[in-house]
């Protein structure tokens, strides 16, 4: 991860998304969900989930949903759309977490945990939000502060979550604060953090080999007997299938100007930016470091920067973010509260063009240059009007499609039902090609529900109403073609190809194998490297993890080069894709006094991350034992 991701990452969110809506729901505009007669989507009432007869609301899943959805379009600058967002399951990730969240408390009340009032005051009290130059705001301007959210929060509302938020602190901690992190334990880790060594390399490429390799038909069938299993055909279906578009009834739907605006201003977050900068930095990374050496060395190169050195220069030379260095140290644009709290201040508070002093934070010392900055802004209703027509149509058209499969479920009930409804409405029933599982339809395309469902179903049959990304559908199987090994010629491609990937990657651990002798004995790696025309590559000093030239990250081949001694070289080492030669040229031990340094922000980070790793499997475990349901179609009902 570079240096950009974690200090994106290292920001003191609690575990829990409920902790996280008490602490940030200061200035935050929260979803308005009291006009449920215009408002796409189910009732606020309905369940989406229970867990042990603990309810998961429509309201409870939107707000949280809404506010995740505007958190990542913050990140990305607005840039990233919510149905992207949606395809790749944003709101199954969301709802597991809100379970997650339900089955804690769950356990908590098994264990008879419980938070008491005084509890509750203090943690109310304390919050950063509710504090002005650290001090509790108040009773009324508490009260008042609850009452301006939207929708208003009551006090007993906001200290229940509270409450919550402290029973899962409180559950965590009783099942994790026994583990502990030995002194070896932290040397360790910090070695295999910051050891580090410079290699030279050489790598033998299988694609360089396959203009060599050539395949015999005896070979091709000698590889694909042995691989049957690889190039197995599997079984497959073939339906007659009625489809229930929702395409074809939008033309049905009107969507008023006043529908529009509505769930425009109820939905104002998707179409909100807030406020970004754009900043390069320069990062001077403290851990091991000499802090006065390295201040001194930061000092330098801000005096460069404000003397007007050029400023992309100077953070490819020094910087300590690999991330972000080879661009001239830009991070892009971000928001507040996706940077560590001393960064942010600092760029936040800078203009276009100003340089900021040195910056403390957990990372090390920072040189700020601000390049942009963009007020926040919401997008114009005009500019959105038809995105939204267009999405409230689909969306209801989608309805009508549901409710017109419901009313037919009950008059279809064999393969003459479905050329008869076809035949009322004018529709029509389709044949598909066959398929497995995992393959497309045609005439449906990816529909993974309808696939599935064709290999539970007998022949004659007839199963549905079946959701699928465009409407519903009912089927009927018509043919079926059992798993069976193909002759040669079926799949002589893919067995040519894979086989002479196989020879190729043979040949070029082959040849490695022939010159490793000679890298081994040289007294000079390159030397002779360039000699026999290898072109060698070589590295400044590198972590375990960093990507090597070519190669990338392996922890394979990381385990064997850190445990060489400087001065040698490997035998052939390989990945899946080729075979590696390594010298190591030199290496950088740990320091006592680096380790001192880091030792017990390190043993904290340990304990919390060996903490996680049991909670979370303790949690998992608990789970298999609770009554846990969800309602698929009132889940896809709240965010429409």
């Not at 044949?431 to 179903?457: H, K, Q, T, Y």
């Not at 060698?536 to 445990?563: K, Y």
């Amino acid at each position: 991860m570079t240096m950009l991701g974690r200090m994106r990452d290292h920001k003191s969110w609690l575990k829990w998304s409920l902790a996280i809506i008490i602490v940030a729901f200061v200035g935050f505009y929260a979803q308005d969900f009291s006009n449920t007669t215009t408002t796409p989507g189910g009732a606020p009432n309905d369940i989406v989930a229970q867990i042990e007869g603990r309810a998961i609301t429509t309201e409870s899943f939107r707000r949280v949903y809404y506010q995740q959805i505007q958190s990542y379009q913050a990140a990305y600058g607005g840039n990233i759309d919510e149905q992207v967002l949606r395809q790749l399951g944003i709101d199954r990730q969301i709802l597991e977490q809100m379970i997650d969240e339900q089955a804690a408390l769950v356990e908590a009340a098994r264990l008879n945990l419980t938070v008491n009032d005084i509890e509750i005051r203090e943690r109310v009290t304390s919050l950063p939000g509710l504090q002005e130059d650290g001090v509790f705001i108040g009773e009324a301007r508490y009260r008042e502060l609850l009452r301006s959210q939207i929708p208003p929060l009551t006090t007993p509302q906001f200290e229940e979550s509270i409450r919550d938020s402290l029973l899962l602190e409180k559950l965590e901690g009783v099942l994790t604060q026994w583990i502990d992190i030995s002194d070896d334990e932290v040397r360790d880790e910090y070695r295999l953090r910051t050891e580090k060594i410079k290699l030279d390399m050489v790598t033998f490429s299988p694609d360089d080999y396959k203009t060599d390799v050539t395949v015999t038909d005896t070979e091709l069938a000698e590889h694909l007997t042995d691989n049957a299993a690889t190039y197995e055909i599997s079984d497959k279906r073939k339906i007659r299938f009625l489809a229930i578009e929702a395409e074809s009834l939008r033309a049905e739907i009107n969507v008023t100007p006043q529908e529009v605006e509505t769930y425009y201003n109820t939905n104002l977050p998707q179409y909100s930016t807030p406020e970004q900068v754009r900043a390069s930095h320069i990062l001077f990374n403290s851990q091991g470091a000499d802090e006065v050496a390295l201040r001194e060395k930061a000092e330098s190169v801000l005096a460069e920067a404000q003397a007007g050195a050029d400023f992309a220069n100077l953070a490819e030379q020094y910087s300590d973010d690999a991330g972000s260095a080879s661009l001239g140290g830009d991070l892009n644009y971000f928001g507040r509260g996706q940077m560590v709290p001393a960064f942010e201040t600092a760029a936040f508070g800078l203009m276009p063009g100003e340089i900021s002093g040195l910056v403390q934070s957990d990372f090390g010392l920072h040189i700020i240059k601000v390049v942009d900055k963009q007020e926040a802004f919401n997008r114009p209703l005009d500019e959105v009007r038809d995105q939204i027509a267009d999405q409230l149509q689909w969306q209801r058209a989608l309805d009508r499609a549901n409710a017109v499969a419901t009313e037919l479920s009950n008059t279809i009930a064999g393969p003459d039902d479905l050329d008869r409804v076809a035949l009322e409405r004018a529709w029509e029933v389709k044949e598909s090609n066959f398929f497995a599982r995992d393959e497309p339809i045609e005439g449906l395309g990816m529909a993974p529900g309808v696939a599935s469902a064709a290999f539970e179903f007998t022949e004659g049959e007839v199963g549905g109403p079946l959701q699928t990304a465009s409407g519903q559908v009912f089927l009927t199987v018509i043919d079926q073609q059992d798993a069976y090994a193909p002759a040669l010629d079926e799949v002589r491609e893919d067995v040519t190809a894979d086989l002479t990937d196989i020879k190729a990657m043979d040949l070029a651990r082959t040849r490695a194998a022939e010159l490793t002798p000679r890298l081994q004995e040289a007294t000079n790696f390159v030397a002779i490297a360039n000699r026999l025309r290898l072109n060698p590559t070589a590295t400044e000093f590198i972590t375990r993890g960093t990507a090597l030239p070519v190669v990338g990250q392996n922890d394979a081949i990381d385990e064997i080069i850190f445990a060489m001694d400087v001065g040698a070289t490997s035998d052939v080492l390989s990945t899946d894709d080729l075979a590696v030669v390594v010298h190591v040229v030199d290496r950088e031990e740990i320091t006592e006094d680096g380790l001192a340094a880091a030792k017990e922000a390190l043993r904290a980070e340990l304990i919390a991350y060996q903490q996680n790793r049991f909670f979370s499997a303790y949690m998992r475990k608990a789970k298999d034992s609770m009554a846990i349901e969800i309602n698929q179609t009132t889940l896809a009902m709240a965010i429409i």
